[in-house]
């Protein structure tokens, strides 16, 4: 069974930075690419960043490019976001995700994952 734990959210002012972590267990970790999406209040859940398999391809939203920067330990079993100069609208529950399927690079919709963590609060205050 495919479990993944996030950790790492918290209140942070903005302009501040924080890293979130997902511990993956259930397969084999290297296989499969690792997305993070958000979810503000009252608002779809949205794509953040993307990692494929083996790391060395990487995909972001536009709102985030240049801010943050998400990485993966396939040792580890662990994919990272680090978030910097945050914004107040960077306020959400983030989430991490995987795919069933073996992607070169996964998806930007959250349709096409099947794993999804528990959630991680992060608020910015302004």
């Known amino acids: 069974q495919v479990q993944l734990v996030e950790s790492g959210g918290g209140l942070v002012q903005a302009g501040g930075s924080l890293r979130l972590s997902c511990a993956a267990s259930?397969?084999?970790?290297?296989?499969?690419?690792m997305g993070w999406f958000r979810q503000a209040p009252g608002k779809e859940r949205e794509f953040v960043a993307v990692i494929s398999s083996r790391g060395g391809t990487t995909n972001y939203a536009d709102s985030v490019k240049g801010r943050f920067t998400i990485s993966r330990d396939n040792a580890k079993n662990t994919v990272y976001l680090q978030m910097n100069s945050l914004k107040p609208e960077d306020t959400a529950v983030y989430y991490c995700?995987?795919?069933?399927?073996?992607?070169?690079?996964?998806?930007?919709?959250?349709?096409?994952?099947?794993?999804w963590g528990q959630g991680t609060q992060v608020t910015v205050s302004s």
């Open positions: 995700a995987s795919p069933s399927a073996k992607y070169d690079l996964g998806p930007r919709s959250p349709s096409g994952y099947d794993y």
């Open positions: 259930g397969r084999t970790f290297s296989f499969y690419a």
